[in-house]
Nanobody
Framework: QVQLVESGGGLVQAGGSLRLSCAAS????????VGWFRQAPGKEREFVAC????????YYRDSVKGRFTISRDNAKNTVYLQMNSLKPEDTAVYYC????????????????WGRGTQVTVSS
Protein backbone atom coordinates (compact mmCIF):
# COMPACT_ATOMS: atom_id res chain seq x y z
CA GLN A 1 0.00 0.00 0.00
CA VAL A 2 0.99 3.61 -0.45
CA GLN A 3 3.24 5.20 2.17
CA LEU A 4 2.63 8.88 2.90
CA VAL A 5 5.04 11.26 4.60
CA GLU A 6 4.08 14.85 5.41
CA SER A 7 6.55 17.67 5.91
CA GLY A 8 6.76 21.45 5.81
CA GLY A 9 4.87 22.41 8.94
CA GLY A 10 6.09 25.02 11.35
CA LEU A 11 5.34 28.17 13.29
CA VAL A 12 4.32 31.29 11.39
CA GLN A 13 2.64 34.58 12.16
CA ALA A 14 -0.86 35.37 10.97
CA GLY A 15 -0.77 36.39 7.34
CA GLY A 16 2.26 34.25 6.61
CA SER A 17 2.67 31.27 4.31
CA LEU A 18 3.75 27.66 4.44
CA ARG A 19 4.01 24.91 1.87
CA LEU A 20 3.27 21.39 3.02
CA SER A 21 4.50 18.34 1.16
CA CYS A 22 3.09 14.84 1.03
CA ALA A 23 5.52 12.34 -0.43
CA ALA A 24 3.76 9.24 -1.70
CA SER A 25 5.77 6.10 -2.27
CA UNK A 26 4.24 3.02 -3.78
CA UNK A 27 1.23 4.87 -5.15
CA UNK A 28 -0.94 2.86 -7.54
CA UNK A 29 -4.05 3.33 -9.63
CA UNK A 30 -6.05 2.70 -6.47
CA UNK A 31 -4.58 5.86 -4.93
CA UNK A 32 -5.73 8.45 -7.47
CA UNK A 33 -7.14 10.81 -4.86
CA VAL A 34 -4.71 12.50 -2.48
CA GLY A 35 -6.12 14.89 0.06
CA TRP A 36 -5.31 16.92 3.12
CA PHE A 37 -7.13 16.85 6.43
CA ARG A 38 -6.41 18.77 9.61
CA GLN A 39 -7.22 18.40 13.27
CA ALA A 40 -6.93 21.07 15.92
CA PRO A 41 -6.98 20.39 19.68
CA GLY A 42 -10.51 19.74 20.83
CA LYS A 43 -11.83 19.71 17.27
CA GLU A 44 -12.83 16.97 14.87
CA ARG A 45 -10.67 16.15 11.92
CA GLU A 46 -11.82 18.12 8.89
CA PHE A 47 -11.29 17.98 5.16
CA VAL A 48 -9.07 20.67 3.65
CA ALA A 49 -8.35 19.87 0.01
CA CYS A 50 -7.90 17.04 -2.47
CA UNK A 51 -6.43 16.50 -5.90
CA UNK A 52 -7.02 13.77 -8.47
CA UNK A 53 -3.67 12.51 -9.66
CA UNK A 54 -4.94 11.40 -13.05
CA UNK A 55 -6.58 14.62 -14.19
CA UNK A 56 -5.53 17.29 -11.70
CA UNK A 57 -9.05 18.12 -10.51
CA UNK A 58 -8.96 19.95 -7.20
CA TYR A 59 -11.41 20.40 -4.35
CA TYR A 60 -11.32 22.69 -1.30
CA ARG A 61 -13.32 23.42 1.78
CA ASP A 62 -14.88 26.86 1.58
CA SER A 63 -12.83 28.40 4.37
CA VAL A 64 -9.54 27.90 2.51
CA LYS A 65 -10.59 28.76 -1.03
CA GLY A 66 -8.50 31.62 -2.35
CA ARG A 67 -5.85 31.03 0.30
CA PHE A 68 -4.73 27.42 -0.17
CA THR A 69 -3.64 25.70 -3.36
CA ILE A 70 -3.17 21.96 -3.77
CA SER A 71 -0.92 20.67 -6.54
CA ARG A 72 1.06 17.61 -7.58
CA ASP A 73 4.46 16.82 -9.01
CA ASN A 74 4.26 13.60 -11.00
CA ALA A 75 8.02 13.15 -11.24
CA LYS A 76 8.42 13.37 -7.47
CA ASN A 77 5.21 11.58 -6.53
CA THR A 78 4.52 14.46 -4.19
CA VAL A 79 1.42 16.49 -3.42
CA TYR A 80 1.79 20.03 -2.10
CA LEU A 81 -0.47 22.31 -0.13
CA GLN A 82 0.50 25.95 -0.51
CA MET A 83 -1.05 27.89 2.35
CA ASN A 84 -1.17 31.68 2.16
CA SER A 85 -2.77 34.32 4.37
CA LEU A 86 -2.69 31.94 7.28
CA LYS A 87 -4.97 32.56 10.23
CA PRO A 88 -4.75 31.36 13.83
CA GLU A 89 -7.74 29.11 13.16
CA ASP A 90 -5.62 27.23 10.61
CA THR A 91 -3.53 25.91 13.50
CA ALA A 92 -3.74 22.12 13.46
CA VAL A 93 -1.94 18.92 12.67
CA TYR A 94 -2.19 18.42 8.93
CA TYR A 95 -2.45 14.91 7.51
CA CYS A 96 -2.48 13.65 3.96
CA UNK A 97 -4.52 10.67 2.88
CA UNK A 98 -4.97 8.63 -0.28
CA UNK A 99 -7.94 6.82 -1.73
CA UNK A 100 -9.36 5.86 -5.09
CA UNK A 101 -11.09 9.22 -5.58
CA UNK A 102 -11.44 12.57 -3.82
CA UNK A 103 -14.57 11.45 -2.03
CA UNK A 104 -14.24 12.78 1.51
CA UNK A 105 -15.76 9.60 2.91
CA UNK A 106 -13.37 7.44 0.92
CA UNK A 107 -10.37 9.48 2.03
CA UNK A 108 -11.42 9.47 5.67
CA UNK A 109 -11.99 5.72 5.77
CA UNK A 110 -9.17 4.58 3.50
CA UNK A 111 -6.71 3.99 6.32
CA UNK A 112 -3.91 5.41 4.18
CA TRP A 113 -2.59 8.26 6.34
CA GLY A 114 0.71 9.91 7.04
CA ARG A 115 1.97 10.81 10.49
CA GLY A 116 0.98 14.45 10.16
CA THR A 117 2.84 17.74 10.37
CA GLN A 118 2.13 20.51 12.86
CA VAL A 119 1.11 23.95 11.63
CA THR A 120 0.94 26.71 14.22
CA VAL A 121 -0.20 30.22 13.33
CA SER A 122 0.35 32.89 15.95
CA SER A 123 -1.60 36.12 16.23
Amino acid sequence: QVQLVESGGGLVQAGGSLRLSCAASGRTFSDDGVGWFRQAPGKEREFVACIRWSGGNTYYRDSVKGRFTISRDNAKNTVYLQMNSLKPEDTAVYYCAASRTCSIVQLATSGNWGRGTQVTVSS
